[in-house]
């Protein structure tokens, strides 16, 4: 009985965490590559060499001034492989489980590792967007990425100059008002067969940098018509269609959004919440779960013992 109810407490534990997601695979040119798995990898006799950085979890970034927010905690550092494609090829992102609370943007960057990628550090990296997707048609896009199975398409621009890249995934969860949960991670990849595109100074933003300031809606009381994804538009030589392939207005692009451009509307102060509360803090909300499953164990134990006197 007392392994039961020790194995009922870890079981509901599990089924909290696995409530965030991350990558798990990445599929371009017929290819699948299984991503880094952070709660079997680190475990393996060899550890596997993977084509996407490492991350500790499936939990969020919190703070968009930490270099984690380029490609999440652990994502700094290189890995030794990287993903051979071509320039113009479909890359599909899936995600491991993704609940339909967490509704948010969905980006795509890439920044060139000037080199070997394996020795570049990604906070150090100059991004450009090569695919974004905000709130569309009433739906945000990580709504629609849970809809079409856990998957999310980018193109990789077809005149890209060859070379190693970082290609930065994000979701950005926004169920938390007044908290953000970033979801980042970047897959190392080597393009092939490219043209001679390059982004100009105006298309780049850095990680940290771009957050520095951006103000996101309410979800539940803002006019989320007026929502303008964070960071500059689309690149101008990218192929194939994005959710929201340009920002609404071009005064509100920059490379570090500033307090004064909001992401939702015209107005600069953060929006106030009136109706019902999410839960403001995921940290909490897992140890009152694991606090109630320790509960519910000391409490079948302690009926357990009763019984067994009888």
């Known amino acids: 009985m007392r392994h039961f109810t020790i194995l009922v407490a870890l079981l ?4 909290y965490v696995a409530a965030h997601g991350y990558v798990s695979s990445v599929i371009a040119d017929g290819q699948n590559q ?3 798995l952070p709660f ?3 475990y393996e006799s060899p550890v596997p060499t993977r084509v996407i950085r490492k991350i500790p979890g499936n939990g969020p970034v919190y703070d968009v001034t930490n270099t984690d927010i380029a490609c999440n905690q652990g994502g700094n550092v290189g890995v030794d492989d990287t993903f051979e494609i071509n320039a113009g090829s479909d890359m599909t992102f899936y995600w491991t489980a993704w609940p339909d609370s967490h509704k948010g943007p969905v980006t795509t960057f890439m920044a060139s590792c000037n080199g070997d990628c394996s020795t570049f550090t990604a906070s150090d990296g100059q991004w450009f967007k090569i695919d974004q997707g905000g709130y569309t048609n009433g739906q945000w896009a990580s709504m629609k990425l849970l809809a079409d199975g856990n998957q999310w398409t980018s193109t990789i621009p077809a005149g890209l100059a060859s070379g190693q890249y970082l290609v930065r995934y994000e979701i950005v969860a926004l169920h938390n008002v007044g908290q953000p949960q970033y979801f980042p991670g ?3 990849v080597t393009v092939n067969n490219g043209g001679a595109d390059q982004p100009a100074a105006s298309e780049l ?7 520095n300031g951006y103000v996101w809606p309410n979800i539940y009381n803002d006019d989320l018509t007026k929502f303008v994804v964070a960071g500059p538009n689309v690149v101008s030589f990218a192929d194939g269609s994005s959710s929201d392939r340009t920002t609404p207005s071009s005064s509100s692009v ?7 451009s909001p992401g939702y509307s015209s107005t600069a ?10 839960n403001t803090n995921d940290t909490s909300t897992c140890m009152n779960k694991r606090n109630a ?6 409490s079948a134990r302690r009926f357990h013992g009763r019984s067994s006197n009888h």
């Not at 509901?12 to 089924?15: K, L």
Request: charged share 10%.
């Open 12 to 15: 509901s534990s599990v089924t």
């Open 34 to 36: 299984t991503g880094w």
């Open 40 to 42: 079997t990898d680190p």
């Open 186 to 188: 970047c897959v190392q």
């Open 205 to 211: 933003t850095s990680f940290p940098g771009m957050y």
């Open 254 to 260: 920059s490379s570090s959004v500033s307090s004064s």
């Open 269 to 278: 102060s953060p929006p106030s919440y009136t109706g019902t509360p999410a």
């Open 293 to 298: 499953s320790k509960k519910r164990s000391l």
